[in-house]
């Protein structure tokens, strides 16, 4: 990782150092509109200026405040972060959904695989009966298929609907279970994601998209939606799916 310190290579997975990141982040994110809208109002590149350094001043010690109560230098905890991706932690906490590490998703076994794509098919025949969403339009889609498959030494399940003139591209997701034994689905490619989350139909159903945690329909498991904390050649899982 290029870190010098063995101090902050621990708090790689620690979650108070986490949300320490994602509250900065948040910090961060909100001084720089502050600095937009002061930007707005001082029209002259000097008075710019002003507001660009002390905004600068003020994002440095938000930055040193941070990583020093962890304690880091300011490039080892800006460091960290990126390697560790603590970015999709930050989201999935935000979303109120879990975290898959890259360990859980390697240990994540066929029963899993096979319980995730019952669910998973559960829940897409279910969304397309009740036309949901845009997506999930049975004047365009009659059934939905899922199945699972291994890539990278992980176990993913794709979905799509179906029709005979034809179907919709995969959505993917990574399966794992957590600590605590729930099964757990990412959404990794495709529009998977915005099909879970995002409605357009209604105000009712726009609400209970984007507050969705988890997934089930019709007695199959419940799975537990999550971020996955690690990277993934987006392209050649969804090749896997589509031959």
């Not at 509109?33 to 590149?45: H, T, V, Y």
Request: charged share 25%; proline share 1%; hydrophobic share 35%.
């Amino acid at each position: 990782m290029g870190l010098k310190t063995y101090h902050a290579y621990s708090q790689r997975a620690d979650e108070n150092a986490i949300r320490q990141y994602c509250e900065w982040v948040n910090k961060s994110f909100e001084l720089s509109k502050l600095r937009d809208i002061q930007f707005e109002a001082n029209g002259s590149e000097k008075e710019q200026a002003k507001v660009h350094e002390n905004y600068e001043t003020r994002q440095r010690k938000l930055l040193t405040e941070t990583a020093s109560a962890l304690g880091m230098e300011n490039w080892e905890f800006s460091q960290l972060a990126n390697t560790a991706h603590w970015d999709f932690h930050c989201r999935a906490y935000e979303n109120g959904w879990n975290v898959i590490t890259t360990e859980q998703a390697l240990a994540a076994t066929r029963s899993d695989a096979k319980a995730a794509s019952d669910s998973l098919t559960a829940f897409y025949l279910k969304n397309l009966n009740d036309s949901t969403s845009y997506f999930f339009d049975p004047s365009r889609y009659s059934t939905a298929h899922c199945h699972w498959d291994n890539f990278d030494g992980k176990r993913f399940v794709g979905c799509q609907l179906r029709s005979f003139s034809g179907s919709s591209r995969w959505d993917v997701f990574l399966v794992a279970r957590s600590n605590d034994g729930k099964l757990l689905i990412a959404p990794v490619s495709g529009k998977a994601r915005q099909h879970l989350t995002r409605s357009g139909k209604s105000e009712k159903l726009d609400s209970i998209a984007r507050n969705r945690t988890h997934v089930e329909a019709y007695g199959e498991p419940r799975s537990h939606l999550a971020e996955y904390a690690d990277l993934i050649d987006v392209g050649e899982l969804q090749a896997v799916f589509d031959n």
